[in-house]
Structures are given as C-alpha cells and as structure tokens.
C-alpha cells in the first residue's frame, strides 16, 4: 500500500533521519572496494574427519594366534 503524499514517505521520520546521518558519520561514510592481490583461487582448508569404519575392511584378515 502506497502512501498518499510521496513528500511524507521521502522525508521519514525525525528520529530515522537523525540515525541515516549518524551512521555517515566516521570511517562508514564512503565504501572501498578490496584490491584483489591474486589472480588465483585458493579454496578455503575445511576440517576434514578420519575414518571410523563401523565394520572392518573385507579383505583384512584378523591376526593369527602367535604359538
């Protein structure tokens, strides 16, 4: 539903212009894009489990019965 007068919906709030215009105050008034060094993707290292068979292998043969 669109309001009926497009100046009170541009003009906002007293309290809702007052935040807008502090938080361009500071080091968050202008935005920087990063400069990419490389040219190269290095996919991120991810935690990688170890194994944990819930049956051992099939072709692994218990140890033999030492005499």
């Known amino acids: ?3 009926a007068n497009k ?3 541009a003009k906002g ?3 809702a ?3 807008a215009k502090a938080a ?3 080091t968050h008034s202008s935005k920087t894009r990063k400069v990419r060094q490389t ?3 290095h996919r991120p290292k991810t935690l990688v489990l170890s194994r944990a ?3 051992p292998p099939q072709g692994h043969q218990p ?3 030492s005499r």
């Open 1 to 3: 539903m669109a309001p």
């Open 7 to 9: 100046k009170a919906a």
């Open 13 to 15: 709030s007293k309290q």
């Open 17 to 19: 212009n007052a935040a």
């Open 24 to 26: 361009l105050k500071g």
């Open 39 to 41: 040219t190269s993707f």
């Open 53 to 55: 068979p819930r049956f």
């Open 63 to 65: 140890p033999a019965p």
